[in-house]
């Protein structure tokens, strides 16, 4: 599997943009980039995805380079529920069938400021 | 409400004492995993199940058993628990793998082994 790459921190003011980067130089073509966050001691939550396109949902914005060896998930209008532990993970498509393991790094821990 | 119950959410528990966590899901999803997760290594996972009868080993599965008798259940067994498995257990669920909505997770059980 791919690895990734976060910074282990950031702060972001609340009702600014948080950008987060994540670095996966080494994912090939078949595999996603997904993100979750983690609050607290929570069980992760599924923010989105995408292979190649950007992704844009109710939570987020997902913008993958062209070469897609990098990504940036956006919060557009961050809130202090925002602050949590955000992790960039890469996982084979349909096409390497198999464990549908998500193999979790150490993410970003992102503090949102009053 | 769609969600992956877990329980219990606490346990603390002596060394060698059998136990079981249960996990279920209600969004008639085939596919189910169990992770754990400790301080500075992140999410690892146990064990995960494709679908009813199919089952496999994760990245630590030494010490749990599983078992998928049904699609909704996928329990965690602890023959002789010990305390190196103190740890913080979440059990996840998705339907497909290129799920829109990724994985669905529980809220977690906070096992101590003493």
């Known amino acids: 599997d791919a690895k990734t790459t976060q910074p282990p921190s950031m702060d972001c003011a609340e009702g600014r943009a948080a950008n987060l980067p994540c670095n996966h130089s080494?994912?090939?073509?078949?595999?996603?980039v997904y993100w979750y966050r983690q609050i607290h001691s929570q069980g992760p939550q599924y923010i989105i995805h995408g292979l190649k396109n950007n992704e844009t949902n109710e939570m987020a914005s997902l913008i993958i380079t062209e070469d897609r060896k990098s990504s940036t998930l956006i919060l557009p209008h961050a809130t202090l529920r925002d602050t949590a532990v955000y992790y960039c993970i890469v996982r084979p498509s349909l096409s390497n069938f198999g464990n549908e393991k998500l193999t979790f790094g150490t993410g970003t821990r992102l503090t949102i400021i009053p | 409400e769609a969600q992956v119950t877990q329980n219990p959410r606490y346990l603390i528990t002596v060394t060698g004492k059998k136990l079981t966590v249960t996990c279920s899901q209600n969004?008639?999803?085939?596919?189910m995993s169990w992770y754990r997760q400790d301080p500075g290594l992140g999410l690892r996972q146990i064990y995960y199940s494709m679908n009813v009868e199919v089952t496999d080993k994760g990245d630590v599965p030494e010490g749990y058993k599983v078992s998928r008798k049904e699609k909704r259940n996928f329990p965690l067994i602890l023959e002789s628990p010990s305390p190196n498995q103190t740890s913080l257990y979440f059990c996840a669920s998705s339907l497909e793998p290129e799920s829109a909505y990724g994985y669905t997770f529980g809220s977690g059980t906070r096992l101590t082994v003493v």
């Open positions: 969004m008639n999803h085939e596919y």
């Open positions: 080494t994912i090939s073509g078949n595999e996603y």
